[in-house]
């Protein structure tokens, strides 16, 4: 068999909408809704410069089954520049943009395979010779809901090339995501393949090397959920199989958690000093790229208190918005770290273990929030959580919202509670409260 190159990239979402950026001037926000499309153009200049073979793309090309000329239009000068490179394309829909998506009929290159609504093969070949060197099987979502496990209608292996499945899917049941096509690791390596190209999970994952199962992740992340770097894989296949990965970075902007602890910090503006020399180390690192942070602010001191009241975190957010919005404007946006949003962790000066031990109402209030910081009893009919949302899970849509929160939002709510609670219980009474005065 003879060597070859290819790409392995998946869940583009082309236009995806960003919704739910505050603040954002006109500027930054054509900058932002423009970051799928550039990643798509480095993917394109990776392909090029890397002279691949081929390239296969597992799914979720568009964002929604709506999908815009636009978007389409941006795939397409994609697709014909790779043309014109000889560089063929094998692509598969996912849950986004399935078959039966909302779209005009804009026909692609002749070097673009799209697998239809039933698992079909095809034969990859090597550019410069026209050998013969993968066989590629794939299949696209007919429509949005596909909850069968497709991987098993996929046919076995029947030649002695190369083979790859290309399946947008959820794999071993990851809880993040929603089971679509599920399957297990299982069940792909008994096909016989040698290389799984999965789409779906927008975490890069390597999940097994023998044979190859693995997610890219998405090229650009869309939401503070989606942090680090993302791209694709360039994937080397020697004459006896041998596969090598090297993942390269197609995205201009970055999403990240930043720690902002207040501990030992005697006022809120020696915090932000502290917290403006974390954000302008981000800068220095990714000086080709724009970054969003969400500030996680943890520790204990006496400042939690004045961070608690809203208005000075609220006021800081604002103007250090205003201050990276107007570098942008001076110097474009790489190098500019945007905040997100400010996620209040923190709490005040309290000796928790003290807490914990003593007989009093602030130390029962704490052992018992403690008892309910698991996700059975967050979840229970008679935990204090399930109690205090009755009242709103009385609203049919704000019931459905409820439901579909992850335990981990419904921990950082009990968290925020405890916090308040025990800082309203333990602060010093103001001279002349409680005095009949």
Known sequence: MASFRFIHAADLHLDSPFIGLRGLDDGMRSFIQDSTFRALERLVRLAVSEQVDFMVISGDIYDSSNISLRAQLRFLDAMESLAREGIAVYVIHGNHDPLDSTKLAVKLPPNVHVFGAEPSRVTAVRRSDKREVAQITGMSYPTSKVTDNIALTYPQVTRELYHIG????????????????????????QAGYHYWALGHIHTRRMLQESPYIVYPGNIQGRHIKETGPKGCYVVDVDDVYNTVLSFHELDSMRWSLVQAPIDGCGSVDEWRQSLERTLGEIAAENREKLSLVRVMITGRSPVHRQLESGYVLDELLNEMRRREASKAK????????????????????????????????????????RKEQSEQRLHAEDGIVSHALAPLKEHAEIRALLERMPAEELLDWLHRAEELTLTLLTQEPKRGEGAGI
């Not at 899917?169 to 995501?177: I, L, P, T, Y």
């Open 166 to 189: 290309l399946l947008h899917a959820n794999v071993d049941g990851d809880a993040q995501h929603e089971t679509y096509a599920p399957c297990t690791r299982k069940d792909l390596s």
């Open 330 to 369: 001076a110097q474009g946006y790489s190098g500019c770290v945007w905040i997100e949003g400010f996620a209040l962790q923190s709490g005040d000066a309290l000796d928790m273990d003290r807490l914990l031990a003593e007989d009093s109402f602030a130390g029962e209030l704490l052992r018992l929030a």
